[in-house]
């Protein structure tokens, strides 16, 4: 399911939509002209105008402004042709927005584009010279249609009038058409004697409104006819008919036909165009003979949406009929939409609140449905579309970012018609999440414990603390340090070291462990973040006991037995020596000054009192010690007869 936001015309208030458009005004033809300083009419200084990011846009590609962000100049970028740009249309104005950001605002701004008096009227190539065949019985006052000039000027500089070298037999009159368009009229002053004067030749002058004015001319040739005293009469005028856009070349649009109530030649009549311009003469094509009207030229409803023909009918006299051929264009879904792009943020920071994206306007040439637009993104994303301005729609980031849930987004916007068929249009962007030191180093246990046997080489490697940061980049690099001991006696900094990159611990000098058995000292791990994030961890040494102290006796190396009456059994030699030691020697000692009771040992530990009888009566006892290493000691006792 996708969100849709249905095409809509849209005026926002605030700081999207400026409240007040300004129209200028500048002549055709002037290139570089200064149209107004941006700055001093929006209220900006010349800082804030180019720190807002103001852009001038405008309809089409063409690229008719431009703005001096140093000085808040918008000037003319190059010349601009009013008649290229409105044609016949008067005023001529462009519309184009001014664009700025943070916050984002539209203003609506118009340029008229006034006319100068740079074209002369013209008459058609075809029609530098008209022909005209008027019956000899016409009679005064008989108005003949002739063909008109174009000028491409409009207002007081466009076509004025017309005028016709002088004669007896005709003057000319101007007439203004419904259409804006003056034509000019032969009106006849005095009746002909095709006898007396079968031929006249005329100068037609076309002249506008400028100043000076400026003229054109075409010759006109009249024959004066034998009597025809009926013209060609059209069936159907106006005609009207409906052509799709797409419909192929040469294909029947309709046909006319006239009918001539006379006779022999001058009944019969043949059909063609009668003041038909360029584009009318390009597109269609009408058989003289049949009277029927093709197309020549491929439709666009976009640039054109009806045509208005004239055709003529003319019979073998001379005399004609003229009629009216209205043909509408039916548009059809031929064109997709379009996404222009106007400001793109390719780079977001995480846990930023809403945040615009993109900046993009939408349009499609058709027309009707054909030309009404849905907009849409994917809907598993955390972007919105918002219309803002007209046809523009706005990107923007609907919650805070996570880098470290997603590190990248590529969103698809989508735009169709509603014709039929729909025609689609995709426009893909790529949006990076830029990371924030949002999150500390986390170590991979609270509490780590390490065993290192005493006696062991200086910088021993003893074990490794690893911590690990969901942040990337510089927030992501760690560097391992040692916290100050709770202890102040313990010299951490003599025992223990570790490498800031990689957590790796060593002990730099031999541990004893019968000085000091364990320690613990405390661990940190810190980003390179900006404000830098840490954590810490607990580290527990323990020192293992190696062999390397024997035990002895307490005061006493040797003890010498005295039995005055020594029975020669070995169970009595036995059960002496063990009540003469229990009696005089009650701990074993070590060198480490550690006491083990001897009755403890003895019973627990399983002491192994073993008389050996020895030749000269000399007596040797082996002590086993198990606990807390295993040892052996030996006790020499000797039997003294008295």
Known sequence: IQRQVLFLFVFLGGSLAGSQSRRYSVAEEERGFLIANLAKDLGLSVGELAARGAQVVSKGNRQLFQLNHQTGDLLLHEKLDREELCGPAEPCVLHFQILLQNPLQFITNELQ??????????????????????????????????????????????????????????????????????????????????????????????????????????????LVMDVN?????????????????????????????????????????????????????????????????????????????????????????????????????????????????????????????????????IRDRDSGDNGKMICSIPDNLPFVLKPTFKNYYTLVTESPLDREERAEYNITISVSDLGTPRRHTQHNLTVRVADVNDNAPAFSQPAYTLRVRENNSPALHIGTVRATDADAGANAQLTYSLLPPSDPHLPLASLVAINPDTGQLFALRALDYEALRAFDFQVRAADRGAPALSSQARVRVLVADANDHAPFLCNLAFFYIWCLSLPPCLFCLQARVFEILCSYLDFLVDSSTRLYPLRAIQIELGILVSPKLIKHTFYQINMLQLRPYPMVSTIYARDYLI
């Open 113 to 222: 584009v006034t006319d100068i008096n740079d074209h002369s009227p013209a008459f058609y190539e075809n029609e530098m010279e008209m022909l005209l065949k008027i019956p000899e019985n016409s009679q005064p006052g008989a108005v003949f249609p002739l063909q008109f000039a174009q000028d491409l000027d409009v207002g007081s500089n466009g076509l004025q009038n017309y005028t016709i070298s002088p004669n007896s037999h005709f003057h000319v009159v101007t007439r203004n058409h419904s259409d804006d368009q003056k034509y000019p009229d032969l009106v006849q002053d005095k009746a002909l004697d095709r006898e007396e004067q079968p031929e006249l030749s005329l100068t037609l002058t076309a002249l506008d409104g400028g100043s000076p004015p400026r003229s054109g001319t075409s010759m006109v040739r009249i």
């Open 229 to 361: 005293d009926n013209a060609p009469e059209f069936v159907t005028s106006p005609y009207e008919v409906q052509v799709l856009e797409n419909s192929p070349l040469d294909s029947p649009i309709l046909t006319v036909l006239a009918r001539d109530r006379d006779a022999g030649n001058f009944g019969k009549v043949s059909y063609g165009f009668f003041q038909a311009s360029d584009e009318i003469k390009q597109t269609f094509s009408i058989n003289e003979v049949t009277g029927e009207i093709r197309l020549t030229k491929k439709l666009d409803f976009e640039q054109m949406k009806s045509y208005h023909l004239k055709i003529e009918a003319t019979d073998g006299g001379g005399l004609s009929g003229k009629g009216t051929v209205v043909i509408e264009v039916v548009d059809v879904n031929d064109n997709a939409p379009e996404l222009t792009i106007s400001s793109l943020t390719s780079s977001v920071p995480e846990n930023s609140p809403e945040t615009v994206v993109a900046v993009f306007r």
